[in-house]
């Protein structure tokens, strides 16, 4: 695995106790999310996410990498 999925899998994990902790609640098969009654479809192993799901996790990633290495030439 590489080292920006080893990490957004930190974040996945991150992400999820987040949610979870606030109450989220997970839904089943093909029912939408609906963030006003905190229900997400996104709760399970980064392995198990969509492509797409883990390409928003891996740029989430490069977002703090590119917001920390701001900060560092600041």
Request: hydrophobic share 35%.
């Amino acid at each position: 695995m590489r080292l920006i999925d080893r990490v957004a899998k930190v974040e996945h994990n991150r992400w999820m106790a987040e949610r979870i902790t606030a109450g989220w609640r997970q839904i089943k098969g093909n029912e939408q999310r609906m963030n006003i009654f905190q229900h997400h479809n996104c709760f399970m192993p980064y392995e198990q996410l969509s492509a797409e799901m883990q390409e928003y996790d891996r740029n989430s990633v490069r977002y703090l990498i590119a917001l920390k290495q701001h900060d560092d030439n600041q």
